[in-house]
């Protein structure tokens, strides 16, 4: 009876730790913001008739898509994971999840998340959402280890959600679509460019090159990193100009973009880890922010 228990306690106590570490995979918080960005486009294009369940079930599909795309470039990048501070605790640097579990459960998740999409919003959000995972995986992740141009073509797969989301209601890619994508796809360049000047030692110990300029964390780098965030500026106020929003949202991204490139000007100035971090948070605050401005101003 003992013995017994003691092995469906065992038992249990592994399944749980399964389960979390295929939770881990998903990366929740950077799928729920890819998702949330999707929701923003969903939103701003669905102009009367909204419906809420096709809402949500787009929502969770492009969630398992997202979860899929991350996942399988953990599998590619195992061995460089296991090299580096930030990520060598994962679930298979660690060996909680072998490669084939893991790739197996991307996917799986895949294929149901890009049913959904085709099924309750359209085939060509469908096929979008492929092409991103497509870019993500199997374009952005090889390159990284070959220069900066990983963040170019890694900035295309992230800037499409809300895309993707105006896409979903409408079923074609308009002005207004690539207006919500151009804005993410230069916010991608200050904000994964503020992440590899704070990681790249890590980086390195990887081959991982994402910087600018030759790769250096100096005054090349960071006028870099003001000019694309500078682009926000202008950007910020199409939705406005082309009629998806008004006027409030246009006062809202430009004061976020100000305060944002303000930030930029501190790196400028010192080349400090310090104030990358500061912008790395700055990128994190600017993009909901601002978003959600134009959803409200639009509603």
């Known amino acids: 009876m003992a013995v017994r228990m003691i092995t469906t306690s065992f038992t249990g106590h592994r399944t749980i730790s399964k389960a979390k570490a295929y939770f881990e995979l998903l990366k929740f918080r950077l799928s729920a913001l890819v998702t949330f960005s999707s929701a923003i486009g969903y939103g701003l294009a669905s102009y009367s008739g909204f419906q809420w369940s096709n809402f949500l079930m787009f929502c969770l599909g492009g969630f398992l898509v997202s979860g899929a795309s991350v996942t399988i470039n953990q599998v590619m990048e195992q061995d460089y994971d296991g090299l580096m501070e930030r990520t060598r605790n994962r679930p298979l640097p660690t060996h909680r999840l072998s490669g084939n579990e893991a790739l197996s459960f991307a996917l799986a998740i895949g294929l149901v998340g890009l049913s959904i999409i085709s099924l309750f919003a359209n085939p060509i959000a469908g096929v979008l959402s492929l092409v991103s995972l497509v870019l993500y995986c199997f374009v952005y992740t090889p390159l990284k280890r070959v220069g900066p141009i990983a963040v170019f073509v890694g900035a295309i797969p992230g800037a499409l959600p809300p895309l ?3 896409v979903a209601v409408t079923g074609s890619i308009s002005h207004e679509a ?40 100096d005054l090349n780098t960071a006028i870099q990193i003001m000019v694309y965030t500078l682009f926000l500026l202008p950007l910020g106020l199409l939705p406005s100009f082309f009629g998806i929003t008004g006027m409030g949202s246009a006062f809202v991204a430009t004061l976020c973009g100000v305060l944002f490139l303000s930030q930029t000007f501190l790196l400028m100035k010192d080349c400090s880890k310090k104030s990358a971090m500061k912008i790395m948070f700055g990128s994190f605050l600017y993009l909901p922010i601002v978003q959600i401005a134009y959803l409200l101003d639009k509603i």
């Open 164 to 166: 993707l989301g105006w």
């Open 178 to 217: 690539l207006i919500l994508f151009g804005i993410q796809f230069i916010w991608q360049f200050p904000h994964f460019w503020a992440i590899a000047w704070i990681a790249d030692d890590d980086y390195k110990r990887a081959g991982f090159k994402l910087l600018p300029s030759g790769g250096g964390r």
